[in-house]
Each structure stands twice: as C-alpha cells, then as structure tokens.
C-alpha cells in the first residue's frame, strides 16, 4: 500500500492516509513523512488507538521520547508516555470565563526547559462532540511576513520563559518539590532558526514567556503584545477536528497551539501524549 500525503490547511498541516501504524513503516515512506513535516510542520494520520507502547514505538521514528514533567499523568508501563485528560468531570470544573483554562492559551510545548521538545506527538482517545478543537499557529509564517525593519530589529533579542507568567490568563498547575526543582527561569532567542530546515520562526510562548531582555516591563509587554496578535492571525491557522484515534506530530519550533475548550461538561477527552527531545534554540 503506498502512502498519500494531503495538505489540511493553507497555513501548515498535512494528513497521512495508507500507513500502518501498528507496522513498522517503509524506509522510503518515512522518508517522505519527514520531508512532509520538515514542510509543513504537522502530520495527520489516521490510526486507531494505540497501546502506549506502541504509540511510543511509533513516535520514536521521528526522535527520542523524553520523560515529561508532571509525574502523575505518566503512564505506569510506558512512562515516556503521558495520558492527558482534559474531561470537565463536574460543571464546577468548566469556568464561565474559559480564558481561565490553561489550555485555551497558546503555547509551545516545554519552553520552560533550556532545550524545549522539538516534537510533540498526540494521539486522541476520547473526543467530545463538538469543540475540543486543537488549533495551530505557524510561527515561521509569521516571521517570514514581517516587514524587514521588525525582523532586523527583532534578530538579536531574546526572552526570559518562566513555567509561569502574570502575562497568562490563566495559571499553570502547581508543581511538587522535585518538579519545582526542574523548572527554573530560561532565556531563549526570540527568533529562532531552525536546527534542520534552517527556516526562522517567532519562539513566542503567550503562556510562558514572561519578558523581553534589555527592556522594562512595560515596554517588553508592548512588544510581546504586538507579536501575540500578529501571530495568532486566522491566516497562520489551522483547527484540528479531532477523530478518535488520530495521531497529530507537529513541530514545537515553528508552531504554537491552543485548545478550543468549549466542549459540554461530562463528555470524555483524553489524549496520549509523548515528546521528543530537543535541542537549545538558537
Ligand atoms: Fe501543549
């Protein structure tokens, strides 16, 4: 069987269809993947749930999973592999305010780590019936189309990423000692180039990057506002409905993301998630 490769969205994306994620993949069919992610920055393929070690085993063709951070949402056998659920058990747990999710806020997954995953990749197993969308940004997109006096001028800086900032709407979990002790303050540029491609993307993480270096609060704030609304516009996006089973890879380094979490209370979401380890961003 061979594979087929179609673009989901203008912005970035691709959908798989034909590869046997329970095989392992031809040399040459990898091959493609990989030049079709380095491209477009996200895969798509269609699967059916995996068992945890298979998801991992899948995942590891595209780099080394690394253990995550939050230690009860690790898998027991595969601890590589975390299980996300983002379910609203109770109608207390879905705010009003859905600003006030986490996960409504666009991010890059780890920037809080001196060398953040380079890849993420998610698996859906259990989506709710309407919402729950994971939407995607393209940060290269958006660098590529700066006007050349913002690019000169944003080049050399960099940015300080906390595992919390004040800038966030909304607050990130509380951590226990040790993983406490695994995220201190990081400074990343805030351009980055790309280790394999060599393309330049915005590394902006609206719910991690706390401040511009060199600059007062209030004058980084204005910067890091300007470059919140340019790259979140609906041209650099692409919404991911999900099906069950649907296994997403995308790159951390040219991508940002955000959940619609408008979904009805009671209904299952959950995910298997794995990283894959990174490099420093220069
Ligand atoms: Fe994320």
């Given at each position: 069987?061979?594979?087929?490769?179609?673009?989901?969205?203008?912005?970035?994306?691709?959908?798989?269809?034909?590869?046997?994620?329970?095989a392992v993949p031809k040399v040459e069919d990898l091959e493609l993947l990989k030049?079709?992610?380095?491209?477009?920055h996200l895969l798509c393929v269609r699967s059916r749930p995996l068992t945890p070690k298979t998801f991992s085993r899948f995942a590891s063709y595209f780099g080394r999973?690394?253990?995550?951070l939050l230690r009860d949402q690790r898998d027991g056998d595969v601890p590589e592999v975390s299980i996300l659920d983002s379910?609203?058990?109770t109608a207390d747990a879905k705010p009003d305010d859905l600003t006030k999710v986490r996960l409504s806020g666009w991010h890059t997954d780890d920037s809080y780590f001196a060398k953040p995953a380079k890849v993420t990749a998610l698996q859906g197993l259990a989506v709710p019936s309407t919402g729950g969308q994971t939407?995607?940004?393209?940060?290269?997109?958006?660098?590529?189309e700066l006007p050349e006096d913002r690019k000169t001028a944003l080049n050399d800086m960099?940015?300080?990423?906390?595992?919390?900032?004040?800038?966030?709407?909304?607050?990130?979990?509380?951590l226990d000692r040790t993983e406490q002790s695994e995220t201190s303050d990081v400074i990343h540029p805030l351009i980055?180039?790309?280790?394999?491609?060599?393309?330049?993307?915005?590394?902006?993480?609206?719910?991690?990057?706390?401040?511009?270096?060199?600059?007062?609060?209030?004058?980084?704030d204005v910067l890091l506002d300007e470059l919140y609304g340019w790259i979140t516009q609906p041209k650099y996006q692409y919404h991911h409905e999900w099906i069950v089973?649907?296994?997403?890879?995308?790159?951390?380094?040219?991508?940002?993301?955000?959940?619609?979490?408008?979904?009805?209370i009671g209904e299952e979401r959950r995910h298997q998630r794995i990283l894959l380890q990174g490099d420093r961003p220069v």
């Open positions: 069987m061979t594979i087929g490769i179609k673009p989901l969205s203008e912005a970035l994306g691709v959908e798989v269809t034909g590869l046997d994620t329970i030049q079709a992610f380095l491209e477009r999973p690394q253990l995550q379910t609203y058990k939407r995607f940004a393209n940060t290269h997109m958006a660098y590529d960099s940015a300080v990423h906390a595992y919390d900032t004040r800038r966030a709407t909304a607050r990130a979990r509380t980055r180039t790309h280790d394999e491609s060599g393309v330049k993307a915005i590394y902006f993480n609206p719910n991690r990057t706390d401040r511009v270096m060199g600059m007062d609060l209030e004058e980084s089973g649907d296994i997403l890879l995308w790159d951390n380094r040219c991508l940002i993301h955000s959940v619609n979490v408008d979904f009805p």
